[in-house]
């Protein structure tokens, strides 16, 4: 796969910086002209990755976070969340839906189920004690029609 | 001002307005709770027109005030969902905990 363009940006785990990481992804998709509802749908896939660094990865203590944007071939978004935080110990327990580890604070445990169901494709990297990594691809489509 | 509060003998009426996602939600809960606490109210109506992007953590603030209205039998009435929230809400199954319309 070539890479046509890639943007990188790392910043504090701060739950302002959420809607900065929306900003930011709607911003570079821009070039591959996508529809309302494609963006949309981006937007939240990437804002679930990075509240999950936010809220489980860093828990209160402080780190960065990584975001990767990438156009490949074929009109392909590519999106790459990286946090150095606590890691999740079963991956698969963890994507399952409403499946979450912290209940008390109102979490739905839905986060990966959104990005599964919004993104083409979705990949979790992690070890514990060293940070995980959500990967995300989606083709853009543009097809207006459907907004 | 992100919630905008109404109350009417036995309702709660919550405008919710601009992007709900962790950084927002806590604020809403609090504004929402207050009203909650005080009337008890039958039927919560949240008001979701100025809303222009909500992710999973505006389904936990959904759930949470189910769980809150439960004891009483109170019931949530969700209106004026844009397309993309309400894709959101039914992959997390809402629709069986309220009535959206
Ligand atoms: N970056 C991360 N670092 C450590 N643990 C994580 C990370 N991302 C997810 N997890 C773990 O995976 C679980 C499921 O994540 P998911 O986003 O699906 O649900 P949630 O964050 O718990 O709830 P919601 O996203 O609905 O608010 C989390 O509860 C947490 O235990
Ligand atoms: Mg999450």
Same mark, same amino acid.
């Given at each position: 796969m070539?890479?046509?363009?890639?943007?990188?940006?790392?910043?504090?785990?701060?739950?302002r910086?959420?809607?900065?990481?929306?900003?930011a992804?709607?911003?570079?998709?821009a070039? $591959?002209?996508?529809?309302?509802?494609?963006?949309?749908?981006?937007?939240?896939?990437?804002?679930?990755?990075?509240?999950?660094?936010?809220? =489980?990865?860093?828990r209160?203590?402080?780190?960065?976070?990584?975001?990767?944007?990438?156009?490949?071939?074929?009109?392909?978004?590519y999106?790459?969340?990286?946090?150095?935080?606590?890691?999740?110990?079963?991956?698969?327990?963890?994507?399952?839906?409403?499946?979450?580890?912290?209940?008390?604070?109102?979490r739905?445990g $839905?986060?990966?189920?959104?990005?599964?169901?919004?993104?083409?494709k979705?990949?979790?990297?992690?070890?514990?004690?060293?940070?995980?990594?959500?990967?995300?691809?989606?083709?853009?489509l543009?097809?207006?029609?459907?907004? | 001002?992100?919630?905008?509060?109404?109350?009417e003998?036995?309702?709660?009426?919550?405008?919710?307005?601009?992007?709900?996602? =962790?950084?927002t939600a806590?604020? $809403?809960?609090?504004?929402?709770?207050l009203?909650?606490?005080?009337?008890?109210?039958?039927?919560?109506?949240?008001d979701?027109?100025?809303?222009?992007?909500?992710?999973?953590?505006?389904?936990?603030?959904v759930?949470?005030?189910?769980?809150?209205?439960?004891?009483?039998?109170?019931?949530?009435i969700?209106?004026?969902?844009?397309?993309?929230?309400?894709?959101v809400?039914?992959?997390?199954?809402?629709?069986? $905990?309220?009535?959206?319309k």
């Amino acid at each position: 796969m070539n890479i046509l363009n890639e943007v990188k940006m790392s910043f504090p785990c701060k739950s302002r910086n959420e809607a900065l990481a929306r900003t930011a992804v709607t911003a570079f998709s821009a070039q $591959l002209d996508p529809s309302v509802n494609e963006i949309g749908e981006i937007k939240t896939a990437v804002s679930e990755a990075v509240t999950n660094c936010i809220v =489980h990865a860093y828990r209160g203590r402080t780190g960065n976070i990584e975001l990767v944007m990438r156009i490949l071939d074929n009109n392909v978004l590519y999106i790459k969340v990286r946090d150095r935080g606590c890691g999740i110990p079963d991956i698969k327990q963890a994507m399952e839906p409403l499946y979450t580890s912290a209940p008390e604070e109102e979490r739905a445990g $839905l986060g990966f189920a959104v990005m599964e169901s919004f993104m083409d494709k979705v990949t979790v990297r992690s070890k514990e004690g060293s940070g995980t990594s959500v990967t995300m691809t989606r083709k853009i489509l543009s097809d207006k029609a459907d907004t | 001002m992100p919630v905008i509060i109404d109350t009417e003998e036995n309702t709660v009426i919550a405008r919710l307005s601009g992007e709900i996602d =962790h950084h927002t939600a806590k604020e $809403l809960r609090t504004d929402i709770d207050l009203a909650i606490d005080r009337l008890k109210p039958a039927t919560l109506i949240l008001d979701f027109d100025g809303v222009t992007f909500m992710d999973s953590s505006g389904i936990g603030l959904v759930m949470g005030r189910y769980k809150m209205l439960k004891p009483w039998g109170g019931s949530i009435i969700i209106e004026n969902t844009g397309n993309q929230i309400k894709k959101v809400m039914r992959l997390a199954g809402l629709d069986r $905990l309220a009535v959206i319309k």
